[in-house]
């Protein structure tokens, strides 16, 4: 899996949109970006998914540069629940059962009240 | 409610023990994984399992001994429990027809002292 770059952590005001940078400059042309979220004492959640195109869901939203060398992944009103360290992944697209995550050191994301 | 369960969530032993955590998901998935997490919060896959069939053994040492009774439990045998083993172990499962979303349980907290 090619290896992602991320700042140790960021913080943003409760109800301001938080953006969270991820750099991926040695990504395969079929290598998606992934992203989980880990909450203090509970399980990697999953947020979002793409390839190319912006994508947006009902947690976040993700943006990924033309060339696919970088990502921001955006909260768009952040709360004091997404408090958490945010982990940017990227790997291919279906593999099977061998579809294992590999987890960096991810961003911590505070947000302040 | 559908999720991924694990018992205990928390489990202190002696060395040289021989402990077991228990993983189910309801979710109809047909692949489980386990992670580990120390204490540095690395998160890094162990097992996966798809249908009951041992797929990914990331060089885990052969005192830890996944079992998979059906599609819907993958279960974590440790022998001689060492003092190394002590950190938070995470069972995850998704569907290997997917783009792989992963489901996380919530962790076992394993102390060895």
């Known amino acids: 899996d090619a290896k992602t770059t991320q700042p140790p952590s960021m913080d943003c005001a409760e109800g301001r949109a938080a953006n969270l940078p991820c750099n991926h400059s040695?990504?395969?042309?079929?290598?998606?970006v992934y992203w989980y979220r880990q909450i203090h004492s509970q399980g990697p959640q999953y947020i979002i998914h793409?390839?190319?195109n912006n994508e947006t869901n009902e947690m976040a939203s993700l943006i990924i540069t033309e060339d696919r060398k970088s990502s921001t992944l955006i909260l768009p009103h952040a709360t004091l629940r997404d408090t958490a360290v945010y982990y940017c992944?990227?790997?291919?697209?279906?593999?099977?059962?061998?579809?294992?995550?590999?987890f960096g050191k991810g961003i911590t994301l505070s947000v302040r009240p | 409610d559908t999720a991924v369960s694990q018992t205990p969530k928390y489990l202190v032993t002696q060395m040289g023990n021989d402990k077991s955590i228990k993983c189910e998901q309801n979710?109809?998935?047909?692949?489980m994984y386990w992670y580990k997490q120390d204490s540095k919060k690395f998160l890094k896959i162990m097992f996966s399992?798809?249908?009951?069939?041992?797929?990914i053994n990331e060089t885990v040492p052969n005192r830890f001994s996944p079992k998979s009774p059906d599609k819907a439990h993958l279960n974590l045998h440790i022998n001689s429990l060492e003092l190394g083993d002590s950190a938070v172990y995470f069972c995850?499962?998704?569907?290997?027809?997917?783009?792989?979303?992963?489901?996380f349980g919530p962790g076992t907290r394993l102390t060895v002292l």
């Open positions: 992944i990227v790997r291919p697209p279906y593999t099977g059962a061998n579809s294992k995550l590999t």
């Open positions: 995850a499962s998704s569907h290997s027809g997917s783009y792989n979303e992963q489901f």
């Open positions: 793409g390839l190319k």
């Open positions: 040695t990504i395969s042309g079929n290598e998606y």
């Open positions: 399992y798809n249908n009951k069939e041992l797929i």
């Open positions: 979710l109809g998935h047909d692949t």
